[in-house]
């Protein structure tokens, strides 16, 4: 069968290209594709190319293809595993594989298997490791976007607070604290203001951190402080770079200090900040990947010492954490589309990729099956005076609070005839 797909070959070249899949195997699954959400950990392998840990030495000659946001269906399944999968099921799937030791994962390291494909190639250890999920929601950027959503639900998890009566560490954000989310106007940061309203251990207060009063106003606009108030959380969006920004941020919590700080962007300055700001227990998690290997930052350690204060790192979720956010998004309680903000198709992957971060706004969501320049949201209006399309797009993204949604989803499937 041919795919087309996007491929890397070495920094910065990524290319679209069209080819032919072999047969799979008795343990491979073969899926078609239908959405990818465009990752920076994308643009980071695309900036380093072979010197990225999970890229294969080779990729100039056994090229890889990219993206691991992505959903689909199933088309073609290997005899082993006939019993579990069947044609014509819907999937999610979660990328950050480690099989017998290895950090091979699907759009980092494999030639015939990635989300930026019209079909792909599940290889044995991603349905050995249980990491193709069935999905049984609405919209497939929904799944596509549990991806991310799963890496902000494993954070939260993750964090952990102490106490002084014996060594064992309470798992999760919180509960009744203050959380403190810098940096937290992106896709990512507001997927976790979204899952912070809901989580278990629902915190008393979260203050989200950027320095664009744009981007403040947006996120405010998506997720707002009234909504989060009938969720019984205060939501407060702050505008870091004023002179007292520090000072400020602590008298928020009455001088009491953060409980968990998450730091989403890789700033030296924003993530000494961060640690200066917590409270007694209190946990940072610095979930923002920098490209350099030897971003360092000061921590204090006396506080560390004397007052219990503790850093960690997050990077990607487990299966449960994912299998939690497709439940949440398919029974509405978090709301992934508040991360979107352009949408395109699959001609547009290379070159969206490979200037990510200059481009403005939240998650690129592409969608395989057809080609489409990304177009932002907020352009739908104005393209609509011409092209009837955009016109049903904006029309229908307006009755859904500016945002992306399953009824614009399938108005882009009727047009292109894209057949489920």
């Known amino acids: 069968m041919k795919t087309r797909a996007v491929r890397m070959y070495g920094e910065m070249d990524l290319r679209l290209e069209e080819f032919e899949l072999p047969e799979i195997k008795d343990d491979e699954i073969l899926v078609k594709v239908i959405s990818d959400s465009i990752c920076m950990s994308t643009y980071k392998l695309a900036k380093q190319g072979k010197k990225h840990k999970r890229a294969p030495q080779d ?42 030791g290895k950090l091979d994962s699907p759009g980092y390291s494999y030639r015939f298997c990635g989300g930026d494909a019209t079909y792909c190639i599940m290889p044995h250890e991603v349905m050995e490791l249980d990491a193709l999920l069935p999905y049984d ?22 964090n952990y607070h102490t106490n002084k009566q014996n060594y064992n560490h309470a798992m999760g954000t919180k509960k009744d604290g203050n959380i403190l989310i810098m940096g937290g106007c992106g896709p990512m940061g507001l997927g976790a203001v979204s899952y912070g309203i809901r989580f278990e251990n629902k915190p008393k207060r ?11 106003e947006r996120a405010a606009s998506v997720i707002s402080p009234e909504f989060a ?3 019984g959380v205060e939501l407060i969006y702050f505008n ?16 009491h200090g953060y409980d968990d ?34 971003f360092k930052s000061e921590i204090n350690l006396y506080n560390a010492h004397y007052t219990s204060t503790h850093i960690l790192g997050t990077t990607g979720g487990n299966n449960d954490d994912l299998l939690e956010a497709l439940q949440l998004a398919a029974k509405g309680e978090i709301n992934p589309s508040v991360m979107v ?3 395109g198709g699959l001609d ?3 070159d969206t990729t490979c200037n990510l971060p200059g481009i403005p706004g939240g998650k690129k969501l592409c969608y395989t099956q057809f080609d489409m320049p990304l177009t932002a949201i907020d352009d739908f209006e104005e393209l609509g005076k011409k092209d009837e399309l955009f016109a049903k797009l904006d029309e229908s993204c307006k009755a859904h609070n500016g945002l992306w949604n399953p009824e614009a989803e399938k108005i882009l499937f009727a047009h292109f005839n894209v057949e489920i």
Not at 264 to 282: I, N, Q, S
């Open 59 to 100: 990729i100039d000659v056994n090229p890889i293809i990219t993206g691991h946001e992505c959903s689909g269906v199933i088309v073609q399944v290997g005899e082993k595993w006939k019993d579990k999968y069947k044609v014509g099921d819907k999937w999610a799937l979660q990328p950050a594989l480690n099989y017998q």
């Open 137 to 158: 929601g609405e919209a497939f950027y929904q799944a596509s976007l549990g991806e991310p959503m799963s890496c902000v639900i494993g954070g939260y998890h993750a």
């Open 206 to 216: 979260i203050v989200v951190t950027d320095v664009d009063d744009a981007k403040l």
């Open 229 to 231: 108030a009938s969720k």
């Open 240 to 255: 870091s770079s004023k002179e007292n920004a520090e000072e400020e941020l602590l008298a928020l919590t009455d001088g």
């Open 261 to 294: 700080v998450f730091v989403y962007v890789p700033f030296k300055p924003v993530a000494e900040m961060g640690d200066r700001l917590l409270a007694f227990d209190g946990c940072m998690n610095f979930f923002a990947g920098p490209t350099d290997n030897q």
């Open 341 to 343: 903000t352009h949408v």
């Open 348 to 350: 547009a992957v290379a």
